[in-house]
């Protein structure tokens, strides 16, 4: 039982243009999402997250857009850069502070 | 910023040895620490959540016999994989958080365990 999913196993996208990476929930619970970014044998960073009680969040050139009715949120890289190339996991939570991660989804941000 | 390490970073084992990993908050407080594991291109799965000073609380269809935490204290939690197979091959990553389980988490660098 999946309550957290990333559709999108990898996703390509040129230097300078916009990274969309998507993430669907289903326990109506969560209230409070993540993105963490992870490169290879390392532990996950914290990116930038969003309350329940928000639509939007924005951090330099992320941004986290939240649609409760759809349980689907999004995270938007503008410009996208080589060293943002990584697997970004989305994740959310309830009042017990777990985490539950999707999948992830593999960035390849070209020069 | 608040850092976690994880020791060893990497561990390759025979069959039927028990492994430690050790979790260190370094310059804060964690209450809660909790471990997950990642198995190739899959989710980070969490494992268990641990207390400070109290027993860990598993989550379903982990066995807490063979994945033995400790959290003495509340900079340390330690993992260990008892009687280690070949399928509890994985990487293992700690998480801390500073005051209450629903405070940021932050991630440890992971240790990748191999039992041959």
């Known amino acids: 039982d999946q309550q957290v999913k990333q559709n999108s196993p990898s996703l390509s996208v040129q230097e300078g243009r916009i990274s969309i990476l998507n993430c669907d929930y289903t326990?109506?619970?969560?209230?409070?999402f993540l993105w963490y970014k992870k490169y290879p044998a390392e532990g996950p960073t914290f990116l930038i997250s969003?309350?329940?009680?928000?639509d939007k969040n924005e951090d330099g050139r992320f941004t986290v857009f939240l649609n409760k009715s759809a349980k689907h949120l999004s995270l938007h890289i503008v410009p996208s850069q080589p060293g943002d190339s990584a697997v970004y996991f989305c994740?959310?939570?309830?009042?017990?502070?777990?985490?539950?991660f999707g999948q992830g989804t593999t960035l390849q941000v070209k020069p | 910023g608040a850092v976690v390490s994880q020791h060893p970073s990497r561990v390759i084992c025979k069959s039927g040895t028990s492994v430690k990993i050790e979790c260190r908050s370094l310059d804060f407080q964690a209450t809660t620490m909790f471990w997950y594991r990642q198995f190739p291109k899959q989710s980070l799965m969490l494992m268990a959540t641990s207390n400070e000073g109290s027993k860990a609380t598993y989550e379903q269809g982990v066995e807490k016999d063979k994945f033995l935490i400790n959290h003495a204290s509340l900079t340390l939690s330690t993992l260990t994989v008892t009687s280690a197979h070949p399928e509890d091959s994985s990487f293992y990553i700690c998480s801390a958080s500073l005051q209450r389980a629903e405070d940021t988490q932050y991630f440890g660098p992971g240790t990748r365990l191999t039992v041959l």
């Open positions: 994740a959310a939570s309830s009042n017990t502070g777990k985490l539950i």
């Open positions: 969003i309350s329940s009680i928000k």
């Open positions: 326990n109506s619970m969560f209230d409070y």
